[in-house]
Every structure is written in structure tokens, then in C-alpha cells.
């Protein structure tokens, strides 16, 4: 059997993925790139075939070698267009951790220049391929909420500012695109991914740049343990808030917290003419009878209707709960890699191209420019900017 030939660059977010695709039996890491030659040991430890895996602190090399197929690229966001396009030249199929880049052009440029390459191009975009998120999904794919015309997405931090790679919280870092694009995204993929029109948007940085809210504090106004050497560089939001119009007449309400006083939270909520849900924990809400495709697939993920009341029951309204679908926090990583690897081998078309990830950063920074200004902003306009 043929087997997927992929390399691993960046080893933070690089680890997740390259243990999926190292645990796929179509797939095998034979590779990792880092500037620290410690991180790659370390990590190659993991792998099935550790003795096996090349390691390269020279990405360029690692581009030039024909015995890799795909590479993951899991370094700071102003790096993913450069490296990107030198995965791309060199006919390696790619996939990028979120976001797609740093700006629109970046974004629009590589996305242009991986689909006129005809290589495989994906976004990792673990909220959207979680259990959850796909569930909900399908179900809004099979019409159970009606007409979507309305979702609320945020997630929020008590104390989540990360203080290991300054390209987070240099410009072009920032909790938006960190933290606001996972339920961006899949708002906007639960939705049917709409065209977006226009953005309004506020974002700043209240705890960031005193170095406050870092990771590893209780709260997010106690001292940071991170040296002002690191916190003094901060140039980015370390929250951001806005609301997005779509051209179905949708609308999304969106917020990102890399540190605040207020609990942790990811949630998404859909509000559907016909039926209703939220995420976390994965709950529909309908007013009866229940729909036969949801009564299917209730024992399949443990569902639990409210108490005293069952899943035949028509009174109004009914909240049904799938306890069963967060069961496996790796399942996304996995689903991930399945994904990407079936698109290389059997030529399934992608369900989260680079192109997604393009439309995902107009709206990010729409939101952002929109900030700046105080004004609406028409994503038109973003396009150029």
C-alpha cells in the first residue's frame, strides 16, 4: 500500500497533526523541520519509527528532498505564505495550520499560486473538524435548523496570552487571528459559508502590553511570570469583537479573548427558523416533534433529552444533549489527517481549502481594519487594502 510521505515544520502545534498523520496507517512522517534541533528529538521520540525520521533546521532543504509528498506547516503565522510558497514550488501538497497568513494579500497569494500548482491544499482547522462541529454540521446540511439566519461565536480566556514565540504577539499575531479564527471559521462553515459583505469590528490590547494575562497566571490581572524583554514587543489585539453581515442576509456576532475577567468559554450558537443549537456541550434545541434523522443517530451519541421528557415527546419546546460527541479530544487531529491524506491519494475533493482559509482572513482583518478606523468596513474594500 502507498503510503503519504509528509514532513512536520514547527513543533508546537506541529505535534498534534504529525501524531495524527504519523498514526494513520496511508501515512508516514518521515521528517521534521525546526531551528531547534532539541524540539525535532524530542518529538521524533513520539513517532512509530523514530530512528527513520530525517531532521533538518533548513527548510529550503528540507523543500528540495524527493522523498517527502506534503508538508504541515505549523510556524508563526507570518511565516505560513513564505514557507508555503516554497512548499508549493516544489510540488509538495501543503497543509497549513490557522490562519492562512498574516494579511489578505499574503493569504490571496498563496492560495492563487497553490491552486494554479495543483497541489493539495488545506487548511488544520481542529474546531471545525471536532466531533461536534461536524455533527452540527450535517444536521444543518440536512435542513433539521430551517433557515440559519443568525450565530454567535467566542472564545474567551481568563489568562491565555502565549509567551513562548513572539511572532503571536508581534503585528500580524494577535488573539483574533489566534483564538477568533477557530469559531470564525466554523460559525461561518455551519452557516454554508455565505459571502461576507461587510464587517464592524473593536479590538485592542488592555492586558497584553502591561504583561498581564499570560499563560500560566490564575488571573489576568496578576504579574506575568514572562520578562518585559518579551511583553514590551506586544503590537497586536489581545481581544477583539465585531459583527459580520452576509449576503443571504445572515448574520454573525463574533469575539476573541486572549485574557480577561470573565470564565473561559468556546461557544458557538445557531439560531435556526426551524430549530436551534450550541456547541458546547452539543445541544439542539427544537420545539417537537424531533426530526427522524436526529432520533437515528440520539443513541449513536448518547443523547439525553431534558429531564422527564424523551425523544417521541411533541410537547414545546425540547433540549436534546449528545453527551457522546466529546468523548475523543484527538478525534479532530485525526479527522484532520484522514482528510488530507485521502484528498492526495484517492483525489477526494477538499472540504477546507486554502480558499477557505482566504475568505476566514478577509473577515478576520476586515474586522480588524474596521477597528482601527471606527467604521463599518465593505470586504470589497479589504481586498485591496
Known amino acids: 500500500m502507498k503510503k503519504l510521505r509528509v514532513a512536520v515544520v514547527g513543533m508546537g502545534i506541529g505535534r498534534p497533526n504529525g501524531l495524527a498523520l504519523a498514526h494513520n496507517p496511508r501515512a508516514e512522517v518521515v521528517a521534521l523541520c525546526d531551528l531547534v534541533e ?22 529550503d532543504e528540507l523543500c528540495r528532498s524527493r522523498e517527502i509528498d506534503a508538508i504541515f506547516i505549523g510556524t508563526p503565522n507570518q511565516l505560513h505564505v513564505p514557507m508555503g510558497l516554497k512548499a508549493v514550488a516544489h510540488d509538495k501538497h501543503v497543509l497549513v495550520t490557522k490562519p492562512l497568513a498574516d494579511s489578505v494579500a499574503a493569504a490571496e497569494q498563496l492560495v492563487e499560486t497553490a491552486e494554479t500548482a495543483g497541489v493539495v491544499n488545506m487548511m488544520s482547522l481542529s474546531t471545525r473538524f471536532s466531533a461536534e462541529i461536524q455533527y452540527m454540521g450535517a444536521l444543518a446540511r440536512q435542513g433539521i435548523f430551517g433557515d440559519l439566519y443568525y450565530a454567535r461565536a467566542r472564545s474567551v480566556r481568563r ?24 469559531v470564525l471559521d466554523s460559525a461561518w462553515w455551519l452557516l454554508g459559508m455565505p459571502r461576507p459583505l461587510s464587517v464592524t469590528g473593536v479590538a485592542g490590547a488592555k492586558f497584553g502590553p502591561r504583561g498581564f494575562g499570560y499563560f500560566g497566571r490564575k488571573a489576568a490581572g496578576e504579574t506575568s511570570a514572562v520578562p518585559e524583554s518579551y511583553y514590551s514587543q506586544f503590537a497586536a489585539d489581545d481581544y477583539a469583537g465585531g459583527f459580520i453581515r452576509f449576503e443571504d442576509g445572515s448574520a454573525l456576532q463574533v469575539e476573541s479573548f486572549w485574557a480577561s475577567h470573565q470564565p473561559g468559554d468556546l461557544q458557538i450558537e445557531l439560531f435556526g427558523d426551524e430549530a436551534g443549537a450550541q456547541v458546547r456541550p452539543p445541544t439542539l434545541y427544537t420545539n417537537g416533534p424531533v426530526p427522524p434523522a436526529v432520533v437515528e443517530t440520539a443513541k449513536e451519541f448518547d443523547a439525553v433529552p431534558q429531564a422527564g421528557r424523551s425523544l417521541n415527546d411533541e410537547s414545546r419546546p425540547l433540549d436534546i444533549t449528545f453527551d457522546g460527541l466529546t468523548k475523543e479530544k484527538s478525534s479532530a487531529w485525526n479527522a484532520i489527517a484522514d482528510h488530507f491524506i485521502s484528498c492526495i491519494l484517492d483525489g477526494i475533493p477538499c472540504e477546507a481549502p486554502l480558499r477557505h482559509g482566504l475568505t476566514v482572513q478577509e473577515m478576520m ?6 477597528a482601527g478606523t471606527g467604521r463599518e468596513l465593505r470586504l470589497d474594500d479589504v481586498k485591496v487594502a
Request: net charge negative; no cysteine; charged share 25%.
Open 365 to 370: 482583518e476586515g474586522l480588524l481594519s474596521s
Open 159 to 182: 489568562s491565555g496570552i502565549p509567551s513562548w514565540n513572539l511572532g503571536f504577539i508581534r503585528e500580524g499575531g494577535g488573539a483574533f487571528r489566534d483564538m477568533g479564527v477557530h
Open 38 to 59: 532539541e524540539r525535532m528529538n524530542d518529538f521524533a521520540s513520539l513517532l512509530p519509527q523514530p530512528d527513520e525520521v530525517r531532521l533538518y533546521t533548513d527548510f
